[in-house]
């Protein structure tokens, strides 16, 4: 299998020290940007798997970033974890209307990095497979269920109806 490229957008080295830290068996190739510039080239030249993306950057912002990246279809199906040291209820939710696959908030353990990677990546294979079958109801059923379940909601579907 061919190793997975993480592009990670953050003005804090440190952050990316420890990221690359965390990335140290090999399962991901690390690619770097400081800022949203740098990570618009990265993005065109190496078509990375999975964004880990800061919120707050030098310039424009994370949410600028995934703004940008939804409009266009060569990318907007990159997946993206938000790094933040937000905590609110309110800003989570938010990063994840604006098109964010899951969100973690900085200090985070290795361990933890690399799980929600994983899960955000299997994820996204899902609903790749998805749209290539005739049912548009299996997409968006798994969406919906994969967005509320970032948000600690319970749902059932019963015909086509969601039930909290
Ligand atoms: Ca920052």
Redesign the pocket.
Known sequence: MINKKILIV???KAIRDMVRYSFINGDFILLEAENVQQAFNTVADERPDLILL????PGKNGIDFIRELKKDSETSDIPIIMLTAKSEESDKVYGLTVGADDYIVKPFSPKELIARIKTVLSQSRQRLSALKSPSHSVLVSLMVKQRLSKLGLFWTMINDKLFF
Do not use: N, R, T
């Not at 800061?54 to 950057?57: C, R, V």
């Open positions: 953050e003005d804090e800061d919120w707050m950057l």
